[in-house]
Each structure stands twice: as structure tokens, then as C-alpha cells.
């Protein structure tokens, strides 16, 4: 079981990589944004972008594209746990959605509303922080147990390729969380194909997620930026 131990660390160590993202954007909302009684399409652009950033942080982890495939395979004791994952994927895309529909094409977001941006995303970064956090605690406890020595042999390698092509990667010059990306789609199974989606807020630039209702993840998010002056609360 040497080799589903080192394989379970390398994936919390990216579990806790992506839960440190979500955590620094989510106090960021708190902090910044839910203070104030305007927020600036360029605060609101920001917010988009790293939403954006997030989602895909989730969909191309190296637990949604080895681990659980491999799980659903050896057992189907995993179906309904599988199934809250989806669903709170589901929770966290729908709550972006259903900001899309309450704002207009918008200079700037005032009062009430940016009480429901705020709420939107924090709900967003609630339901995939409660989706790492079962994953932790319950995907990785039934997946030990469930998946056999072999297979644990055959995830282990493709992790340390799934590695080798993100050194590649940023060798090539690509930006970190691009790298990232990009190497996680090269390595994905071919049934882990992910249509896109436009997300987007009337009046900004379109932004594309992931439209699979399943299970998400990939390059790290960068840190909340801090406010500007640009973007200081204007009375």
C-alpha cells in the first residue's frame, strides 16, 4: 500500500494548493468587495476572471482526471458519493449562472447588487470547498480501500507523466497555471473530453468554463489581488 500512500499525499498536497486559491479569492470577496457600496466593472471583470480561474483549477486536478475514474471502475459502492460531487459542482456553476441573469450590461454594481454578486461568489466558493473537503475525507478513505495494488501502480504513473509534461511545459515559457492546464489536457483519458460553455455577465467579456456537471479542476489560481485606486470604493 506504499504506492497508494505516496499517490493519496501528491493528491492532497494539489487538494490543498486549490482549497489555498479558493480560500484567498473567497476573504478577498469578504473583505473588499462585500465593504463596499459600488463595485467597478474592472472589480467586477477581476471577479469573472478569477471565478474563471477557479473552475478550471477544480476540473483539471489530477483527482478528477485518475482518481475517480479509476474509483467508479473498481467499485460501485463510489456512485452516490460520486454523485454529491456532481452536485455540488452543479451548486457551484449554477450560482455564477444565476448572477448572469440578475445583472445587466452594467457600468458599475451598486448597493444591493453587490450584495448579490458577493453572495453569488461566495456560495460558488463555499460548494467547492465542501467538494475538496469530501474528497479528503471520504473519496480518498473508499478509494484506498476499494481500488487494487496494481491500479494504484497504474495512477502513480500517470501522475509522475502528468508531471513530466507540466515540467515541459514551463520550460516551453507557458505561465505556470497555463502549463498546467495544458498538460492536463494532454494527459486526460479520452472519455474526459469537456465541452465548453459560455459563462458570462452581460456587458463583459464572455467567459468559457467547463460545461460537464461532473467532476472539475486544474491550474492553480493566482492569489487575490488587492484593490487598486482605480477600483477604491467610489460614494
Keep these: 500500500m506504499l504506492t497508494a500512500t505516496y499517490t493519496l499525499v501528491a493528491l492532497s498536497v494539489e487538494q490543498a494548493s486549490v482549497r489555498l486559491s479558493l480560500l484567498s479569492f473567497q476573504k478577498y470577496v469578504r473583505t473588499t468587495l462585500m465593504q ?4 467597478t466593472l474592472s472589480q467586477l471583470e477581476y471577479a469573472c476572471e478569477s471565478l474563471n480561474t477557479l473552475y478550471q ?5 489530477k483527482t478528477e482526471m485518475y482518481l ?8 460501485e459502492r463510489a456512485d452516490h458519493l460520486l454523485d454529491e460531487l456532481s452536485r455540488l459542482n452543479q ?5 455564477i449562472r ?3 441573469d440578475k445583472l445587466g450590461a452594467l457600468a458599475d454594481v451598486r448597493d444591493e447588487q453587490v450584495s448579490e454578486v458577493c453572495d453569488s461568489i461566495d456560495t460558488f466558493c463555499a460548494a467547492l470547498l465542501k467538494r475538496l473537503e469530501k474528497e479528503e475525507r471520504e473519496l480518498f478513505v473508499l478509494a484506498r480501500n476499494a481500488i487494487a495494488g496494481e491500479t494504484w501502480f497504474s495512477i502513480a504513473n500517470q501522475l509522475m507523466m502528468h508531471d513530466k509534461h507540466l515540467h515541459e511545459m514551463k520550460r516551453s515559457g507557458l505561465p505556470p497555471a497555463e502549463a498546467a492546464q495544458v498538460a492536463a489536457r ?3 483519458l479520452p472519455g474526459d473530453a469537456v465541452d465548453d460553455a459560455q459563462i458570462t455577465i452581460p456587458g463583459l467579456q464572455a ?3 467547463a460545461g460537464r456537471d461532473e467532476v472539475l479542476t486544474r491550474p492553480v489560481p493566482k492569489p487575490a489581488r488587492p484593490a487598486s485606486r482605480d477600483d477604491a470604493i467610489m460614494k
Design 68 to 75: 475517480i475514474p479509476a474509483l467508479r471502475d473498481a467499485t
Design 98 to 100: 444565476l448572477l448572469q
Design 207 to 209: 467567459l468559457p468554463l
Design 186 to 188: 494532454r494527459r486526460a
Design 36 to 39: 463596499q457600496n459600488r463595485m
Design 57 to 61: 483549477a477544480c476540473h483539471w486536478r
Design 91 to 95: 451548486a457551484a456553476l449554477t450560482s
